[in-house]
């Protein structure tokens, strides 16, 4: 009677009398996790999946042979030190290991040709004189359309002379009243019809850098390498299409340098190494990579070294338009322009710009790689060179950005730059990189198994005239030390007025000599910055 009643009442209440699974019903307002629903992705995923996307159309049958260069590891080169005192010593070792002298290679090769050339002069008619007189008049033509401008030749400031504060300004001032460099808007569409035309160029190359790789194929590593009595090492390692740039700038002894990008400091080194500079100026933007570029110079280069005191720490921000005052100073200048550094980005999650975090910095790129490069065209002198170059496999940072600040440079500061042809390095080193056919500007190296360097882009330019008869703004400093504007018209620009530079700049310049902060060496031969 007692389980009966029991019974009875559980059953008023509604509760069954045998077990049942428990069922679990969804939320109307319950959101699936995106983890749950789709496979989470790296950076280097995301990075790989937007290459396929976008370079797989581009370069077609070859995609998948740069893709697989991409994901394997790249090939160095060994620079040997100069400075270091087992200098033989250390060439040596890397020859018993089997690697060559790159640059010796190619000038016994050049060499080569140049004599078959002059063996089979010999035996052709010489031109008569009409014929002569013919080519003289060719010449003549091709070389007036090249001009450097009314001024002359004369007129232009030696290789190699520092400009003074004046001129800095002058220089960087000398613009239309009627444009304002803060509204220049970069919109990627301004090289769209842009003309730049090629002019043939021959290169040189230095003769007291010593590269040293090994051969096509050989995928050996480099020992780490020796050091000396006061902890020079012997030599160090870099990709090995970092060495077209430095090539492609064309030194000379009395060039004056700047690096316009130099951090971490690889090709800084490599003209350092070459000797052929008057002085070389070494820029970055932010003082962790400063700190970087201090670092790799100390470390490879004596404190006690004559070089030092030619090479120039500064810290500005080359992306800046209105206040780059490094103007009409320099003869070569290097612009290795930030970029989404494609064999980083599918090897590297740290830092990668594919990250979530960092699309709105990729995709400003084009247009600070653009703003650098009209800076860079406006710093060189007239009949001058520019290096563009990326760690990018991307038309749009490379043509296009090249097109772009051409454009920019022309309309808006009277700059008429020169494209030079690059088919001398494509044929010197076609048996050490593999040249893409695809760019309509400059070099590509690609990616390949057996000579794994790049990719790297090499774009070379030169300054043929500076429209000199424009009008200025000047901001001159009186003798009461009153500021004022003055307005200088016609011929009158181009002339060197008395001025200083009112500087705002966002953060700030620093300008150092570089050994001047070093003080010792530790044990593993790095500097100490105090």
């Known amino acids: 009677m007692i389980s009966k009643r029991i019974i009875d009442v559980t059953s008023s209440l509604g509760v069954p009398t045998k077990f049942t699974p428990k069922r679990h019903f969804a939320s109307k307002l319950f959101k699936e996790k995106y983890a749950k629903t789709r496979p989470f992705k790296t950076p280097t995923m995301i990075a790989l999946d937007n290459f396929d996307f976008y ?37 040596a070792l890397l020859k018993d290991l089997g690697a060559f002298n790159v640059l010796e290679k190619l000038h016994q090769k050049v060499n080569k040709k140049d004599n078959a050339c002059a063996e089979y002069k010999e035996y052709q008619p010489i031109p008569s004189n009409d014929t002569s007189k013919a080519n003289d008049s060719v010449e003549n033509e091709l070389e007036s359309i090249y001009m450097r401008g009314e001024g002359g030749l004369g007129y232009f400031r030696q290789s190699g002379e520092i400009a003074s504060l004046e001129e800095r300004t002058h220089f960087k001032t000398k613009l239309s009243k009627d444009v304002n460099i803060k509204k220049i808007n970069i919109t990627g569409f301004e090289g769209q019809y842009v003309e730049l035309p090629t002019k043939s160029h021959a290169l040189t190359y230095p003769t007291e850098l010593t590269i040293y790789s090994f051969p096509k194929g050989d995928l050996s590593d480099y ?24 090539l492609a700038l064309g030194l000379t002894e009395e060039s004056n340098v700047l690096d316009m990008c130099a951090a971490p400091g690889g090709k800084s080194l490599l003209i350092v190494q070459t000797g052929l500079m008057t002085k070389l100026t070494c820029n970055d933007n932010k003082q962790s990579r400063l700190g970087q570029l201090h670092r790799a110079l100390g470390q490879y280069i004596p404190v006690n070294s004559d070089i030092a005191d030619r090479v120039i720490l500064k810290r500005k921000d080359a992306s800046v338009l209105d206040y780059w005052d490094e103007c009409n100073i320099y003869d070569r200048v290097l612009v290795d322009a930030p970029c989404t550094s494609d064999r980083l980005s599918v090897n590297r999650d740290d830092g990668n710009l594919y990250s979530t975090q960092l699309t709105e910095q990729r995709l400003n790129l084009p247009e600070v790689q653009t703003r650098m490069l009209v800076n860079a065209l406006r710093s060189v002198q007239v009949g001058g060179y520019v290096v563009y170059s990326t760690c990018a496999l991307s038309p749009v940072q490379n043509e296009g950005v090249v097109e772009n600040a051409v454009a920019i440079a022309d309309e808006h500061f009277g700059i008429k730059a020169v494209e030079l042809s690059l088919s001398q390095m494509v044929s010197h080193f076609r048996n050490i990189y593999r040249f893409s056919d695809k760019p309509r500007r400059g070099i590509l190296i690609l990616p390949f198994l057996p000579s794994n360097c790049g990719p790297i882009v090499r774009i070379s330019q030169t300054i043929s005239q500076i429209n000199q008869h424009i009008d200025s703004n000047l901001l001159v400093v009186d003798e009461f030390g009153k500021k004022k504007i003055e307005t200088v018209r016609g011929s009158n620009a181009s002339k060197p007025q008395k001025c200083f530079l009112h500087s705002v700049f966002a953060s700030f310049s620093l300008e150092q000599h570089f050994f001047k902060r070093c003080s010792a060496f530790d044990n593993d031969g790095s500097v100490i910055i105090d």
């Open 55 to 91: 370079y797989g159309p581009v370069y077609g049958n070859q995609w998948p042979s740069i893709r697989l260069g991409l994901l394997t590891p790249n090939k160095y080169f060994a620079v040997l030190n100069k400075f270091s005192r087992n200098r033989q010593k250390n060439e």
């Open 223 to 246: 020992p780490p390498p020796p050091k000396d009595e006061i902890g020079t090492p012997g030599w160090w390692l870099l990709d090995g299409g970092s060495l077209a740039p430095v």
